[in-house]
């Protein structure tokens, strides 16, 4: 039996793989067995391996599709057979001393459960322990395994080499673990007065998969079930790397550059998921969209049109369902490079088929779609413009949200003007958006098009009675900001306080991106600043009709009344405006006299909100009880407009017209 099981869990890493075992051949200690377990890579990872399987230390196994790292890491502790286990993951590194330093630490530590090292975590930076600002890594740890903590592991190479065949594989390949979390242990019965029956050994712990929650926090999926059993110790060397490139784990789940779609893209995840990173709020999609998924499909309508979605849905994209409601049936073809915030397919509320990437063009030749609605922000103009290319005349209909600045700074402009001029039909999220594109490109003044949010709720969520207000029970004033609290600078900050003005931020994430921001406004305002973590949409009515207005993004426009001079600022609909109206909050921004401001005509126009040139006529506003009481009665009973729903009839009936033109 050998001293060290070395756990390699890998995926579509066989660029990386070579470098990694070699790492371990060169260890000074050689008592090892690598149990590489294959999380069903797209690549090839099989034959990279190959070659290493005649040595007899080596065992792979090749999961027939992704189960996600907790999954596969309990698969390989099934299959582990020494009492010491190792992690190597297969884009890491071992210096020669690693197995050996550890495992010396844990015979001189045998109160210890656990022993790391330090690493290098970029090519000029390395940490003698934990890496600030991150769980121990993988490639850090040695811990112990008792027997019952792993499976027997005997026998699955088979009789010799000649079980591997051709390819040099062995026969535990395309072997799939159950996606369902392992049963609990039966009960033990309670001993027989005549006896006493041993006490039950406690389960040996296990990761966290996928089915219970994804995150890269390994103290949260592993480490902290182990610090129930015994110590930590380091060796204080550094004798390993936590290779630093785009593809890490870590950077696939931690938001901004990560998140819930970038992962759900990068592993082929076809399941809700519950999701938490380390810097972000919990995402609970099974909860959040079950209403949804567990529904029947709604039958086809006898005129119902087949429309297939490109690119992403953004905030709130469960309101496509609102298509699907009356009738129409839903397809889904998305962007291979989302940003976190930019939804995309399998959708964790159902309903909508999704067409596979690499062969998107023979299903729409299966499918027939009536019309392609792609859409909607800047991370899917390169999609969306590939599928205009290569569309062989399906209706193409492009909606246009955030942001053509964007574009022109991350050089997708050409790809955009072409998605607006050579589309059958156009979308824009604001009427000032509208006229600015006709400002760029005159052509497109005289297309049919219509001006929709992009980011409109689904009226689901609008159904909860509103509580009552903070401002009722306190007699002060409070405002709220679900996100960024954008142009509310911390002199700003001390200003409301000094009107008696409240202002509670929503979002665990933004807290973080603002932590110097929070810093600043503690010194100036502590008893006016108030921060909450984030509250998804069972919850936008009831929590935040707590608050008497709330905050759209604070700026002063510049653009003098000259659409050219636009900004995105003056010409967007933020996110915001669903959340704060469903709660029947006034929108709070500032005047901007002889300025287009998208969000200022669309307050005025619908009696929505209060406008002020600083924060004492704010402050004065939001005393005046009869100003207020009319302007929240306003906002409740138009909350229907801001709904996706209340439009989505209007959205097919341009459909049509695209469609007959």
């Known amino acids: 039996m050998p001293r060290i099981s070395v756990l390699m869990p890998t995926y579509d890493h066989a660029a990386f793989v070579w470098r990694a075992i070699e790492s371990l051949l060169a260890q000074t200690l050689a008592d090892w067995e690598l149990v590489i377990v294959d999380d069903g890579s797209p690549d090839d990872t099989r034959a990279a391996v190959a070659c290493y399987l005649n040595d ?26 020494a009492p010491l286990v190792a ?25 210890a459960i656990l022993a790391f090292s330090g690493a290098r975590h970029h090519y000029n930076k390395s940490a003698a322990g934990q890496i600030e600002g991150y769980p121990l890594q993988l490639v850090q740890v040695m811990h112990r395994c008792e027997a019952g903590d792993r499976g027997q592991g005997t026998g699955d190479r088979g009789q010799g080499t000649g079980d591997r065949g051709q390819g040099s594989v062995s026969r535990l ?27 039950p050994k406690p389960q040996a712990p296990r990761w966290i998969e996928r089915g219970e929650l994804v995150t890269d926090d390994l103290e949260r999926m592993f480490w902290s079930r182990l610090r129930e059993r015994g110590d930590f110790v380091g060796t204080g060397h550094v004798t390993c790397e936590w290779v630093d490139h785009p593809l890490q784990r870590h950077k696939l789940l931690r938001e901004p550059l990560g998140g819930i779609n970038p992962y759900r893209v990068r592993y082929g995840v076809g399941q809700p998921l519950r999701f938490h990173s380390s810097v972000g709020n919990l995402i609970d999609e099974v909860e959040l969209y079950r209403r949804f998924r567990e529904r029947p499909d709604t039958p086809r309508a006898a005129d119902g049109l087949k429309i297939l979605l490109v690119g992403e849905l953004a905030y709130n994209p469960e309101r496509v369902l609102a298509l699907e409601e009356r009738g129409h049936k839903l397809y889904g073809l998305w962007t291979p490079e989302p940003y976190w915030w930019n939804t995309v397919g399998p959708l964790p509320f159902g309903h909508v088929e999704d067409l596979p990437r690499s062969s998107w063009r023979a299903a729409l030749r299966r499918i027939k779609p009536d019309v392609i609605y792609a859409l909607l922000n800047w991370q899917a103009v390169r999609f969306a413009h590939h599928v205009l290319a290569e569309n062989p005349g399906v209706p193409f209909v492009w909606h246009c949200k955030e942001a053509p600045f964007v574009c022109l700074e991350k050089g997708v402009w050409p790809q955009l003007i072409e998605l607006c001029t050579r589309s059958d039909g ?82 665990d994430f933004t807290q973080g991106q603002w932590k110097s921001w929070i810093d600043e406004v503690r010194q100036i305002a502590p008893a006016h600043l108030h921060l909450h973590p984030n509250v998804d949409q069972r919850r936008w009515v009831a929590e935040l009709s707590q608050y008497d207005a709330g905050w759209l993004h604070f700026f002063q426009s510049q653009n003098g009344g000259d659409i050219r001079r636009a900004t995105f600022d003056d010409m967007n609909y933020p996110a915001r405006i669903g ?83």
């Not at 673990?177 to 242990?185: C, D, L, N, R, T």
């Not at 999220?429 to 409109?456: C, K």
């Open 56 to 81: 007899p230390r080596v065992r792979y196994r090749r999961l027939r599709h992704n189960v996600g790292l907790g999954a596969a890491l309990n698969r390989a502790l099934d299959l582990a057979r």
């Open 426 to 507: 156009q979308i824009y999220s604001s009427p000032e958006m509208r006229d600015w594109f006709a400002t760029v490109a005159p052509e497109l003044r005289d297309r049919q098009s219509l001006v929709l949010d992009g980011d409109l709720p689904k009226r689901d969520w609008f159904a909860a009675e509103r509580s009552a207000r903070l401002s009722q029970r306190d007699g002060q004033i409070h405002t709220v900001v679900p996100g960024r609290p954008i142009g509310l600078h911390p002199w700003t900050m001390g200003e409301l306080a000094g009107q008696g003005v409240h202002v509670h931020v929503y979002g």
């Open 87 to 111: 992690y190597l993951p297969s884009d890491d590194v071992y210096y020669p001393e690693h197995l050996a330093e550890l495992a010396a630490c844990l015979e001189r530590r045998p109160d």
């Open 579 to 661: 959340p704060l109206v469903a709660a029947g909050l006034p929108l709070l921004q500032g005047d901007n006299p002889g300025a287009i401001v998208a969000t200022q005509a669309l307050a005025r126009q619908h009696d929505l909100g209060l406008f002020f040139s600083d924060m004492a006529e704010l402050g004065a506003q939001l005393r005046d009880e009869r100003l207020m009481a009319r302007l929240r009665a306003s906002v409740w009973r138009q909350r229907e407009q801001f709904t996706f729903d209340r439009h989505a009839d209007r959205l097919i009936e341009f459909f049509r017209k695209v469609i007959g033109s």
């Open 173 to 199: 390949e395309s072997q799939a673990p159950s996606p369902k979390p392992q049963a609990p242990s039966p009960k033990p019965q309670a001993p027989s007065p005549k006896s006493q029956a041993p006490s």
